[in-house]
C-alpha cells in the first residue's frame, strides 16, 4: 500500500496535486463521495478494510490522520472525497462521476449551524496563519541560499549531474512526463514524510544531505527538467516552501530516487549513496558560520510555529466534529461502504 498527501499546506497557500493524481482516463471509475468530514472518515476507515487484499494507494489530506481518496491501482477504479479543501471538480469531467452520498441531507438547527461555522472560521484562520508563516519561513530559506551561492562550485556539480544521468538514467526509456506526488508536508502532529511509499517505490535512494537546500535544490532542478524534456517517467515531490523546489525526486520504472535529507527529513532508512551538500562548495566551511547557522534556527522556529498553527486548527476541526457528530450516522457511512466494496469486487 502507497500513501501520498493529496494536498498540502505551503508558503503559496493551499497546494493541490490532484491534477497529476487523478488521471484523465476515460476507462477509469470514479466514485465521488459526500458527506460530512466524521461520515466520510467512517466510510474510507471501512473501505479499506474491505479492500486490504488489493494495490491500494491511499491519498491524505494535509492533516495525514485520515483519507480523501483511495486509488484501487488493478481495478483502475478511484473513490474521492469532495467538498471544502478536497474539492474535485471542475477536475473530473461529468461522464466520470458516480456520485456517492454517504447519508441524507441534515438540516441543522439555527444556534448549532452558526457555532460550526465559527469553529469552521477559526480553523481556517489557522491554516492561514500557517501558510503566512511558512512564506516568512521560504524567504529565510531564500536568504540561506544567497549565503551560499557565491561559493558554489559548478564544475563538480555539472560532474555529480552527469553521472546520474548517464550511469543512473540513461537506461529508462521514454514513455511520459513527470506528476507531481506530495510525500511530505508539514502536519498538526509535525513534519511528516511517506518513507514507506518511499522505500516501496525506489530499491536505491541517492540521499543529498542539506540543510540549507542551496546545493540539492540545483542538482534535484536540472535533472528533473532533464527528466520532463526526455519525457522519463518522474515523480518529483516538493517541500513547503516553494513548490518549485524539490525535496525527492522518483524514477519508478527503474525503482531509483534521489532524497534531499535535513533536519526535517532524515531517511530512515539506509541510502544506495549518501552526498553531503559541502562537497560541492568551493569554502565547504560557509555552512558552519554564524550568519548560516541563525538563518537556520531562524528557518526550525517559523516552521514549528507553522505546525502549532496546523495543530490549533485541527482542534477546532474536532470541535465542530463533535458539535455534528449527533447528526451523523456512521452506521448508514458503513453501509454504503460495504455496498460499494461489494459492487467493485463482485
Same mark, same amino acid.
Given at each position: 500500500?502507497?500513501?501520498?498527501?493529496?494536498?498540502?499546506?505551503?508558503?503559496?497557500?493551499?497546494?493541490?496535486?490532484?491534477?497529476?493524481?487523478?488521471?484523465?482516463?476515460?476507462?477509469?471509475?470514479? @466514485?465521488? $463521495?459526500?458527506?460530512?468530514?466524521? +461520515?466520510?472518515?467512517?466510510?474510507?476507515?471501512?473501505?479499506?478494510?474491505?479492500?486490504?487484499?488489493?494495490?491500494?494507494?491511499?491519498?491524505?489530506?494535509? =492533516?495525514?490522520?485520515?483519507?480523501?481518496?483511495?486509488?484501487?491501482?488493478?481495478?483502475?477504479? @478511484?473513490?474521492?472525497?469532495?467538498?471544502? =479543501?478536497?474539492?474535485?471538480?471542475?477536475?473530473?469531467?461529468?461522464?466520470?462521476?458516480?456520485?456517492?452520498?454517504? $447519508?441524507?441531507?441534515?438540516?441543522?438547527?439555527?444556534?448549532?449551524?452558526?457555532?460550526?461555522?465559527?469553529?469552521?472560521?477559526?480553523?481556517?484562520?489557522? @491554516?492561514?496563519?500557517?501558510?503566512? *508563516?511558512?512564506?516568512?519561513?521560504?524567504?529565510?530559506?531564500?536568504?540561506?541560499?544567497?549565503?551560499?551561492?557565491? =561559493?558554489?562550485?559548478?564544475?563538480?556539480?555539472?560532474?555529480?549531474?552527469?553521472? /546520474?544521468?548517464?550511469?543512473?538514467?540513461?537506461?529508462?526509456?521514454?514513455?511520459?512526463?513527470?506528476?507531481?506526488?506530495?510525500?511530505?508536508?508539514?502536519?498538526?502532529?509535525?513534519?511528516?514524510?511517506?518513507?514507506?511509499?518511499?522505500?516501496?517505490?525506489?530499491?536505491?535512494?541517492?540521499?543529498?544531505?542539506?540543510?540549507?537546500?542551496?546545493?540539492?535544490? /540545483?542538482?534535484?532542478?536540472?535533472?528533473?527538467?532533464?527528466? $520532463?524534456?526526455?519525457?522519463?517517467?518522474?515523480?518529483?515531490?516538493?517541500?513547503?516552501?516553494?513548490?518549485?523546489?524539490?525535496?525527492?525526486?522518483?524514477?519508478?520504472?527503474?525503482?531509483?530516487?534521489?532524497?534531499?535529507?535535513?533536519?526535517?527529513?532524515?531517511?530512515?532508512?539506509?541510502? =544506495?549513496?549518501?552526498?553531503?551538500?559541502?562537497?560541492?562548495? *568551493?569554502?565547504?566551511?560557509?555552512?558552519?558560520?554564524?550568519?548560516?547557522?541563525?538563518?537556520?534556527?531562524?528557518?526550525?522556529?517559523?516552521?514549528?510555529?507553522? /505546525?502549532?498553527?496546523?495543530?490549533?486548527?485541527?482542534?477546532?476541526?474536532?470541535?465542530?466534529?463533535?458539535?455534528?457528530?449527533?447528526?451523523?450516522?456512521? +452506521?448508514?457511512?458503513?453501509?454504503?461502504?460495504?455496498?460499494?466494496?461489494?459492487?467493485?469486487?463482485?
Amino acid at each position: 500500500m502507497k500513501k501520498y498527501f493529496s494536498s498540502a499546506i505551503c508558503s503559496k497557500g493551499f497546494m493541490s496535486a490532484y491534477n497529476t493524481i487523478y488521471k484523465n482516463d476515460p476507462s477509469a471509475s470514479v @466514485y465521488i $463521495v459526500n458527506g460530512d468530514d466524521y +461520515e466520510k472518515s467512517v466510510f474510507f476507515s471501512q473501505m479499506i478494510k474491505y479492500l486490504s487484499g488489493y494495490n491500494i494507494t491511499l491519498f491524505n489530506p494535509f =492533516y495525514d490522520e485520515c483519507t480523501d481518496g483511495i486509488h484501487i491501482e488493478n481495478l483502475n477504479t @478511484y473513490i474521492l472525497s469532495d467538498g471544502g =479543501y478536497s474539492k474535485i471538480n471542475p477536475i473530473l469531467p461529468d461522464i466520470w462521476e458516480k456520485q456517492i452520498n454517504i $447519508v441524507k441531507d441534515k438540516a441543522y438547527k439555527t444556534d448549532l449551524l452558526r457555532e460550526v461555522l465559527y469553529h469552521k472560521a477559526k480553523e481556517n484562520n489557522h @491554516y492561514r496563519d500557517a501558510c503566512i *508563516t511558512l512564506k516568512k519561513a521560504s524567504l529565510i530559506k531564500e536568504r540561506l541560499h544567497n549565503e551560499v551561492s557565491p =561559493y558554489l562550485n559548478e564544475d563538480k556539480i555539472v560532474n555529480f549531474i552527469h553521472r /546520474i544521468k548517464n550511469k543512473e538514467l540513461k537506461r529508462i526509456k521514454s514513455q511520459s512526463k513527470g506528476e507531481i506526488r506530495l510525500l511530505s508536508s508539514p502536519t498538526p502532529l509535525g513534519f511528516h514524510t511517506h518513507y514507506d511509499t518511499i522505500f516501496t517505490l525506489c530499491e536505491k535512494v541517492v540521499n543529498i544531505t542539506d540543510d540549507t537546500g542551496f546545493v540539492a535544490s /540545483i542538482i534535484s532542478g536540472v535533472i528533473k527538467n532533464f527528466a $520532463v524534456r526526455e519525457r522519463i517517467p518522474i515523480i518529483a515531490s516538493p517541500p513547503y516552501y516553494k513548490n518549485e523546489f524539490l525535496q525527492f525526486l522518483i524514477f519508478p520504472t527503474v525503482k531509483i530516487g534521489i532524497c534531499v535529507s535535513d533536519k526535517s527529513h532524515i531517511l530512515p532508512f539506509e541510502a =544506495y549513496e549518501n552526498v553531503c551538500a559541502s562537497r560541492f562548495l *568551493t569554502n565547504p566551511q560557509i555552512l558552519n558560520s554564524k550568519s548560516v547557522e541563525a538563518l537556520l534556527s531562524i528557518e526550525e522556529k517559523l516552521i514549528d510555529k507553522a /505546525i502549532l498553527s496546523l495543530y490549533e486548527g485541527r482542534e477546532e476541526r474536532f470541535k465542530y466534529n463533535d458539535l455534528v457528530m449527533g447528526y451523523s450516522s456512521s +452506521e448508514e457511512a458503513t453501509l454504503s461502504a460495504k455496498a460499494l466494496a461489494e459492487k467493485l469486487l463482485s
